[in-house]
């Protein structure tokens, strides 16, 4: 799907949706891009390119292996990448180059891609989203318009979770879909054991299967 006035169009998998291993559809939430405009036409692909290196091995990433690994078991394989993958919808929320990691987006960033995830959102329809990074849910989760649903409880025996969360965990409800955070997947707190705790249950609060 193509959305326009975007600087990077969302990646949305083949099988996104009801027809996805998770069987609802599955929005992740990430916060940037780094790097350098290549043009229009190319900026508007590239969250697509970098999922499909990912998936074909091309190209190698921890915060994308982690986020897999949060929802599944493995992601050794191109048959297992591919599954994931195409099973769920990625959106970068600022849409904006930033120079390097560690460089925090402005506030004229932050408006300009609040009414862009809105919009995301209408035309996905997601059941539950996930942001991986915990400063973007802030943001988001300050909103009137987002009201807060009933939190996550973390099974007290999660030892791995309980390492870097605290139950309850927080979710709003944005449109149709329920939504919460985990840390950045490459974080000293992030991983993929640490917010499984989160990720499973969200799923399941959502309708969906889960996998892990």
Request: charged fraction near 20%; glycine fraction near 4%; proline fraction near 7%.
């Amino acid at each position: 799907m193509t959305i326009s006035n975007r600087l990077f169009q969302p990646w949305v998998g083949k099988r996104y949706g009801n027809e996805s291993i998770f069987k609802i559809p599955i929005l992740i939430v990430g916060e940037s891009n780094y790097g350098i405009s290549e043009g229009s036409e190319r900026d508007s692909t590239f969250t697509h390119r970098l999922i499909n290196s990912i998936i074909d091995a091309s190209w190698r990433h921890n915060f994308f292996s982690n986020i897999q690994r949060t929802f599944v078991e493995n992601a050794n394989t191109q048959e297992l990448r591919t599954e994931f993958w195409h099973s769920v919808a990625h959106h970068e929320y600022i849409q904006h180059w930033l120079p390097r990691p560690k460089v925090a987006p402005t506030e004229e960033m932050w408006t300009t891609a609040q009414p862009i995830f809105r919009e995301i959102v209408a035309e996905l329809e997601p059941k539950c989203i996930l942001f991986v990074c915990k400063r973007v849910f802030d943001r988001i989760s300050i909103s009137p318009d987002f009201p807060v649903s009933t939190p996550l409880s973390i099974d007290e025996n999660n030892l791995f979770t309980l390492k870097s969360y605290k139950s309850p965990h927080p979710v709003i409800k944005i449109d149709n879909a329920l939504a919460s955070w985990i840390y950045h997947p490459t974080s000293h707190l992030g991983g993929f054991r640490k917010p499984r705790g989160i990720v499973s249950p969200l799923v399941e609060a959502a309708g969906g299967k889960t996998w892990v």
